[in-house]
Nanobody
């Protein structure tokens, strides 16, 4: 099992950048596929990006793929999401999630462990 803690959210102006982090406060994250999802107020939780346990495999949602980079540092038990050229529609609570296995998944139900989320607000 892993316990996930997100950090790095905040308020940023449109066009700016932000990096959010997901650290495993317990357990070893290197054994897990990790993904970022986001949930805007009143909307469903949507996939943003995923990274394989070793870091070589990555997947991005079409809506963000030219603006975000997912990476991981297994020595630090941490996964990052670098977000650039932020837009107001990126405003949401960002969650990291983890699952075992070999396949990157974009589906909420396939992830077993979740953090509490970090708020990202992009002002116009």
């Amino acid at each position: 099992q892993v316990q996930l803690v997100e950090s790095g959210g905040g308020l940023v102006q449109a066009g700016g950048s932000l990096r959010v982090s997901c650290v495993a406060s317990s357990g070893t994250l290197s054994s897990y596929i990790v993904a970022w999802f986001r949930q805007a107020a009143g909307k469903e939780r949507d996939f943003v990006a995923a990274i394989s346990s070793g870091g070589l495999g990555k997947s991005y949602a079409d809506s963000v793929k030219d603006r975000v980079i997912i990476s991981r540092d297994n020595a630090k038990n941490t996964v990052y999401l670098q977000m650039n050229s932020l837009k107001s529609e990126d405003t949401a609570v960002y969650y990291c999630a983890a699952r075992r296995g070999n396949a990157l998944s974009t589906t909420v139900a396939r992830y077993d462990y979740w953090g509490q989320g970090t708020q990202v607000t992009v002002s116009p």
